[in-house]
């Protein structure tokens, strides 16, 4: 039958728990975030308590996504088939 609710990842987790990402994908979002807020000049304590806006953060984890993404496209752009010389 169909999933219901957003798949973040094919490793199974209980779907109660908060958040719903696997443990590699928890520590690489928790990555990702942390350079995102160096990224726009936040340092935040250590206790965590103030954050910055959060339209900043997201616009700034949105903008890696979108240049690794860039990134992997123009690799495999450059990548010609062999056989017909053809790219991609």
């Not at 039958?1 to 973040?8: C, R, V």
């Not at 350079?35 to 959060?54: E, H, L, M």
């Not at 953060?57 to 996504?65: D, H, Y």
Request: with cysteine; net charge positive; charged share 20%.
């Amino acid at each position: 039958g169909a999933q219901i609710g957003q798949i973040t990842c094919s490793r199974p987790i209980l779907k109660a728990s908060v958040p719903s990402l696997c443990n590699v994908h928890l520590q690489r979002s928790q990555k990702n975030i942390s350079q995102a807020y160096k990224k726009v000049g936040f340092n935040p304590p250590p206790t965590g308590q103030i954050s910055p806006d959060f339209s900043v953060l997201v616009a700034e984890c949105v903008r890696q996504i979108q240049a690794r993404r860039r990134e992997s496209r123009s690799v495999a752009a450059g990548k010609k088939c062999p056989k017909d010389g053809k790219v991609g």
